[in-house]
């Protein structure tokens, strides 16, 4: 697996931007970077997942390095529901393959 | 999104009992199925991968006996716990997707075993 590096936890205040980070040095050409969320007690939630290109969907940008050793997962307004874990992972080989959870980052958005 | 569901959202069993859980794809025929355990404060944890009409890869350390795993269609899998103990108690999440495409989860299981 391309290893993944993010920060333990971010705070964000209401109505602001949260800019996550995510390091994965090791990512190779054709890997894939995605972005699951984690609310508490519930299952994951895809966000949006990128190759070489920034992304954009209606929940989130994904903005990858051009050197792609790095990315951001952008929550351009953050609200309090969007309170979560932070899931940053290249999947095993191929954009399909499986999945590796690591820490994640806690982001916590204040009122 | 795609949608996956799980059923039941919670159980609680009695110790050396069986406990079957349910994961469907609701709008989509799911090629792989993955089951995943999170025990409370860690992150989630790869059981076993199921591809439909074949037997399940279980990860390195998960007893195929004890998590017997049926993916007998596209759009259901199954997951028993058999004999179930109480350091079975955990979260079971299973994930669905379509071939080469994004992984779904569902909302997960939570399970007591007394």
């Known amino acids: 697996d391309a290893k993944t590096t993010q920060p333990p936890s971010m705070d964000c205040a209401e109505g602001r931007a949260a800019n996550l980070p995510c390091n994965h040095s090791?990512?190779?050409?054709?890997?894939?970077v995605y972005w699951y969320r984690q609310i508490h007690s519930q299952g994951p939630q895809y966000i949006i997942h990128?190759?070489?290109n920034n992304e954009t969907n209606e929940m989130a940008s994904l903005i990858i390095t051009e050197d792609r050793k790095s990315s951001t997962l952008i929550l351009p307004h953050a609200t309090l529901r969007d309170t979560a874990v932070y899931y940053c992972?290249?999947?095993?080989?191929?954009?399909?393959?499986?999945?590796?959870f690591g820490q994640g980052t806690i982001l916590t958005v204040h009122p | 999104g795609a949608v996956v569901s799980q059923h039941p959202s919670w159980v609680i069993c009695k110790s050396g009992t069986s406990v079957k859980i349910e994961c469907r794809s609701l709008?989509?025929?799911?090629?792989?199925m993955f089951w995943y355990r999170q025990f409370p404060k860690q992150s989630l944890m790869l059981m076993a991968t199921?591809?439909?009409?074949?037997?399940?890869?279980?990860e390195q350390g998960v007893e195929k006996d004890k998590f017997l795993i049926n993916h007998a269609s596209l759009t259901l899998s199954t997951l028993t716990v058999t004999s179930a103990h109480p350091e079975d108690s955990s979260f079971y999440i299973c994930?669905?997707?379509?071939?080469?495409?994004?992984?779904?989860f569902g909302p997960g299981t939570r399970l007591l075993v007394l």
């Open positions: 090791t990512i190779s050409g054709n890997e894939y």
């Open positions: 994930s669905a997707r379509a071939r080469k495409e994004t992984q779904y």
């Open positions: 199921s591809n439909e009409g074949s037997k399940a890869t279980y």
């Open positions: 992972i290249v999947p095993t080989g191929t954009s399909y393959g499986k999945l590796t």
């Open positions: 990128g190759l070489k």
């Open positions: 709008d989509f025929q799911a090629t792989t």
